[in-house]
């Protein structure tokens, strides 16, 4: 089943200028093992999601043995029973009771008998654990962290996909599991691999053909022996030599020349070997060779110019404070629906500008609360009657609406908190509420752990809205959805819930730790560095911020 990428585009999605990738072309063989390579940030992961039909491409087509993979924004599901992806972390896509429920997710959408079920999960295991370690009844979350891999590669390989795509398949796994990996990619009798990865040396013997990423552009397209005799290549994109390339260049500073293009030892032993026999018995002091020039030389020779910033990150953190605390204390001052819409105009101008990302995630915020806010307001109007001869259910439209009224305020002021913590970066967002909490210092208050306590709360809403959007790709990828990128199944719902609330806890405890290193105990800033600066824009805006003020205060009276 060949698989054929056309002229494929992917943007950013807070800024259209900002392409990802760049009209990739190529087809990929059945049966072919393909390396993707390329510096951190060159594009490999999103054009593997794109390949699996998780990432919808800009522009471009996809097929799939010459069929369109995407139609009216989504693909159909037999075309993603046909593809897999393991992504980066596979371990932290685990949330079932048991190891057994855990292969009768990634299972489910293909409807197999119970046999053929067992058959799989059976040779999965026998594959990826050999020791018989995991056991069907075990929790995946008693398992070590190279179990729970193991496991994860295991759920992915009995769904035995027509191409797999692996993102960094051999990080944190030791060599053992390494090893068995690769016999398990090397004896598979069907389908194909594309495999991105930085570790050239495991990957290369095993190859047949190499992709090289560079800024999203796709660089280089030939063998690995190709790619070896031309190492510029992969220092013009950033990627470190392999051994043998640079073995054959330390060789060659002392007159033993052997071509690069040997991927194993045991090829280079008797190259290295017949280069000796022909150089003699005599010794030959280095040779000086111009050293190819390094990564870091070759990025520093082409770095693209940054995208200019958004115009709210360019203000004073201070000024975005003073907005958001007027905006709320004008909102919660409104007793009037007219009040609201002026507050609801107001906060909508400020998210004029901001990336398309950013009014995504306020949607993802947005719906759950609105839906909450339908529910509360129903049941806040119930009425009961007790007359007779009446309908006993009804609904009193003055109890609705005054809730409806006190929820819209909640609403308002829980996106102005929204739009201050995705457009002020963290450490700017803790100094700025120092700033404003400086005079307290003089009655012995903690303003510093109180700030860092409310800039923790802004900082984990935009981090939960990355969480939910990268936990969102792994179930779609493991449930076969045919629906549209970035929506979630009903059923998928504890697949991505799990995962996301451990990867929260996880990171809240790296966020415990570092604080506990840094000393933060009432005594010292988390950042002693002043880095705010107040310009007359800052100004201009705080005066603009006062009339709007100045303005709910007139509605409200």
Known sequence: MPIALRDIRVDAPDDANNQLLKDINFTLSDGSITLLIGHTGSGKSTLLQVMAGILEPTLGTITLEEQPLWHKRKVDQAHLLRLGIIFQFPEQQLFARNVRQEFAYSLRPYRLGA??????????????????????????????????????LATTFATAPDWLLMDEPTAGLEAAAVRELLCIIRVRERGGFVIATHDLDTFFPLADRVLVLDRGALVFDGSPEEL????????????????????????????????????????????????????????TSPAPQAAAPGPQA???????????????????PRAKWLLYLLLVIGTMQQQQWSGLAVAMLLLSLAFLGLPRSVLRGSMKIALPFLIFMFISILLAGLDWSTAEGQFPLGFSAERGWSTALTLTRLFLVLMAGYWLAVTTPYGQLVQGFNWALKYFHKVKLPVESFSLAVSLIFRFIPLILREWQRFSAIVRARGKASIRPGAVRSRDIPALVVPLLLAMFHKAEQMTIAMELKKIDSKQLLLKKNTLQWRGMDTIIVAAGILCFSLLLYMQS
């Open 115 to 152: 046999d053929e079920r067992e058959r799989r999960i059976r040779d999965a295991c026998a594959d990826l654990d050999p020791r018989g370690v995991i056991a069907m009844d075990r929790s995946p979350f008693s398992l070590s962290g190279g179990e729970q891999r193991r496991l994860a």
């Open 298 to 316: 070759a990025r520093e020779a082409g770095v693209a110019a940054k995208p200019p910033q958004a115009a709210w990150l360019r203000v004073d």
């Open 228 to 283: 070896c005799r031309a190492p510029e290549v992969l220092t013009r994109a950033g990627v470190g030599l392999p051994s043998c390339v640079e073995a054959a260049i330390e060789l060659a500073r002392y007159g033993i020349a052997i071509a690069p293009d040997r991927l194993t030892p045991a090829l280079a032993a008797p190259a290295i070997a017949e280069a000796l026999r022909e150089r003699g018995s005599a010794s």
